[in-house]
Nanobody
Framework: QVQLVESGGGLVQAGGSLRLSCVAS????????MGWYRQAPGKQRELVAAITSGGTIKYADSVKDRFTISRDNSKNTVYLQMKSLKPEDTAVYYC???????????????WGQGTQVTVSS
């Protein structure tokens, strides 16, 4: 059974930085694509960034040049470095392990419990 545990969320002022971490267990981490999603109050969950098992990356347009996704297979961990944070980045951030090496939306997936990021203006 896959378990994903996120950490690193918190309250930060606009313009600040945070780094989120997601540690995975119960699966061969290196074989799976990983992703970060977020959900703001009253809005649908949306993709923030994703990385394949081979390291191919995609970002939502709203976070390009501000956020960086990376993975450390030796630590079974995926990271999301967030810079130049804006109030509109406020959301619960979720880690996702895709059921494939590529970030296929219809693949069986596992999700973390989420971590709150709040950006004050």
């Amino acid at each position: 059974q896959v378990q994903l545990v996120e950490s690193g969320g918190g309250l930060v002022q606009a313009g600040g930085s945070l780094r989120l971490s997601c540690v995975a267990s119960g699966s061969i981490f290196s074989m799976n694509a990983m992703g970060w999603y977020r959900q703001a109050p009253g809005k649908q969950r949306e993709l923030v960034a994703a990385i394949t098992s081979g390291g191919t990356i995609k970002y939502a347009d709203s976070v390009k040049d501000r956020f960086t996704i990376s993975r450390d297979n030796s630590k079974n961990t995926v990271y999301l470095q967030m810079k130049s944070l804006k109030p509109e980045d406020t959301a619960v951030y979720y880690c996702r392990m895709y059921g494939s090496s590529w970030y296929l939306e219809n693949s069986n997936s596992s999700w973390g419990q989420g971590t709150q990021v709040t950006v004050s203006s």
